[in-house]
Nanobody, 124 residues
Framework: QVELVESGGGVVQAGGSLSLSCASSGSTFSTTAMGWFRQAPGKERGFVATITWNGGVPHYADSVKGRFTISRDQLQNTVYLQMNSLKPEDTAVYFC?????????????????WGQGTQVTVSS
């Protein structure tokens, strides 16, 4: 069983930055792909970013490319999402997710474990 705990959400003005963290309790963290997703009110949960088991080949949604950066620390069992140049449309609950395979995916249904989510609000 894997437990994921996100932190770092909050309220920020447009153009600002936030850094999200996701700590994993799983012993398989270093061998599995991780992802970030987000869900705005009234919308489906959507892909934001994903990273392979070893930190290589990150992949981003077009809407965040060039502004967000996903990374992971294998020793700390933690994955991060650095968010810069935030826009009001980035407002959502952000979820960390873990696959049970090494290779990343942009699909919600491919992830086996989910955190509880952290709210990010960007004011205009």
């Amino acid at each position: 069983q894997v437990e994921l705990v996100e932190s770092g959400g909050g309220v920020v003005q447009a153009g600002g930055s936030l850094s999200l963290s996701c700590a994993s309790s799983g012993s398989t963290f270093s061998t599995t792909a991780m992802g970030w997703f987000r869900q705005a009110p009234g919308k489906e949960r959507g892909f934001v970013a994903t990273i392979t088991w070893n930190g290589g080949v990150p992949h981003y949604a077009d809407s965040v490319k060039g502004r967000f950066t996903i990374s992971r620390d294998q020793l700390q069992n933690t994955v991060y999402l650095q968010m810069n140049s935030l826009k009001p449309e980035d407002t959502a609950v952000y979820f960390c997710a873990a696959k049970d395979r090494p290779w990343p995916s942009i699909n919600v249904e491919d992830y086996a474990y989910w955190g509880q989510g952290t709210q990010v609000t960007v004011s205009s």
